[in-house]
């Protein structure tokens, strides 16, 4: 079976009542956990982006917890776990505001790893490497949000470079 284009799904759900477009929606929520995660997403999280960002930063710093330090493999596999989870919560907001504060949150959190992760070149460069899309992120922001939040990625820069 060949998918249909977006389009042509589009130009056919226009046509389908509310009650159809429900079922359709539940049904595909059943199948994978990434449309469910996206409907929870849309049915409830995205009025309040504030309270959407601050619950995801909860997720990380959790999740980063749970780290087991025994050695560098097991943090590497963890660390791009909860990499993985953070860029699918991300993609869910579509948004650069929460993009910028939640990759920023994960290096802040990187950095309270011990071991550090200096030590390692994988997880310094996957460090390195989300700061750098933080800084594109917040370079498509507004001027003013743009000040506050290449101060906080400037102080992460340095305190990398510290701990160097």
Do not use: W
Request: hydrophobic share 35%; proline share 1%.
């Amino acid at each position: 079976m060949k998918a249909a284009t977006i389009s042509e799904i589009k130009k056919e759900l226009k046509f389908k009542t509310n009650q159809e477009l429900i079922d359709y929606c539940l049904k595909m929520a059943r199948f994978k956990l990434e449309s469910k995660e996206l409907l929870t997403y849309l049915v409830f999280e995205s009025e309040n982006e504030d309270r959407y960002v601050s619950g995801v930063q909860d997720y990380i710093s959790n999740e980063f917890d749970t780290i087991s330090a025994t050695n560098y493999y097991y943090i590497k596999k963890t660390v791009r776990k909860i990499l993985r989870q953070t860029k699918r919560y991300i993609r869910y907001s579509k948004n650069k505001e929460s993009e910028a504060i939640l990759l920023m949150h994960f290096c802040k959190q990187m950095l309270m790893v011990r071991p550090q992760i200096r030590h390692n070149r994988v997880l310094s460069n996957m460090y390195n490497k989300q700061l750098e899309l933080a800084g594109k992120a917040i370079s498509t922001l507004h001027e003013d949000l743009q000040y506050d939040l290449f101060q906080d990625l400037e102080e992460l820069a340095t305190l990398s470079s510290d701990t160097s």
